[in-house]
């Protein structure tokens, strides 16, 4: 193989180490510019790929630094897309399904000294399967599902556990009880 041209002739051109946020949303690297030559030629990534070069402080995309342009226009399509250039959503915790977690921990927790848990365990109920129904919908945009199934764990335990400790109150009183319906 021949010397190559180009920027790729540059000395100390492949010294730097770059990274990538995928179409995933997750970051990857730090790789050298001919791994990511690869990948372009792969078209695992494209042109407005965001990247980062080591010591740079702002994220830009791939198009944007003069070592890959000219790889990157050849592989540009002959034809113009039409529409918006869509970037995948990097995944958010859902605040439902960490309520849902808060309320479970609650309800567990210092709700079962009074009233068994109630409010606690009926919102983590609700919270943690209102964040299921919104995470089922965007699997990409949100992320929490754990959160929001040990919240509904939690809470359904505590309800569990308020129906036993009241029926066992109940029938630890039932004389009690019996002798206060006979005076009515």
Same mark, same amino acid.
């Given at each position: 193989?021949?010397?190559?041209?180009?920027?790729?002739?540059?000395?100390?051109?492949n010294?730097?180490?770059?990274?990538?946020?995928?179409?995933?949303?997750?970051?990857?690297?730090?790789?050298?510019?001919?791994?990511?030559?690869?990948? *372009? !030629?792969? #078209?695992?990534?494209?042109?407005?790929?965001? &990247?980062?070069?080591?010591?740079?402080a702002?994220?830009?995309? @791939? +198009?944007?630094?003069?070592?890959?342009?000219?790889?990157?226009?050849?592989?540009?399509?002959?034809?113009?897309?039409?529409?918006?250039?869509?970037?995948?959503?990097?995944?958010r915790?859902?605040?439902?399904?960490?309520?849902?977690?808060?309320?479970?921990?609650?309800?567990?927790?210092?709700?079962m000294?009074?009233?068994?848990?109630?409010?606690?365990?009926?919102?983590?109920?609700?919270?943690?399967? *209102? !964040?299921? #129904?919104?995470?089922?919908?965007?699997?990409? &945009?949100?992320?929490?599902?754990?959160?929001?199934?040990?919240? @509904? +764990?939690?809470?359904?335990?505590?309800?569990?556990?308020?129906?036993?400790?009241?029926?066992?109150?109940?029938?630890?009183?039932?004389?009690?009880?019996?002798?206060?319906?006979?005076?009515?």
């Open positions: 193989m021949g010397r190559k041209s180009g920027f790729n002739s540059l000395p100390g051109y010294k730097f180490m770059y990274r990538i946020i995928g179409a995933d949303g997750r970051e990857y690297g730090p790789v050298g510019a001919d791994q990511l030559r690869e990948w *372009i !030629a792969e #078209g695992r990534v494209d042109a407005q790929t965001k &990247a980062l070069v080591e010591g740079a702002l994220w830009k995309p @791939l +198009v944007e630094y003069l070592e890959f342009a000219p790889l990157l226009a050849r592989m540009a399509p002959t034809q113009p897309t039409s529409g918006p250039i869509s970037a995948t959503p990097v995944p915790a859902n605040s439902m399904a960490v309520a849902g977690l808060v309320m479970g921990i609650l309800s567990m927790t210092c709700g000294c009074c009233c068994y848990g109630l409010p606690f365990n009926l919102l983590g109920v609700i919270f943690s399967l *209102i !964040a299921l #129904g919104q995470i089922r919908h965007e699997p990409l &945009a949100q992320k929490g599902r754990p959160l929001a199934i040990a919240g @509904l +764990v939690l809470s359904i335990l505590s309800i569990g556990l308020a129906a036993c400790m009241l029926a066992f109150g109940l029938a630890l009183n039932a004389p009690d009880i019996m002798r206060q319906i006979q005076r009515l």
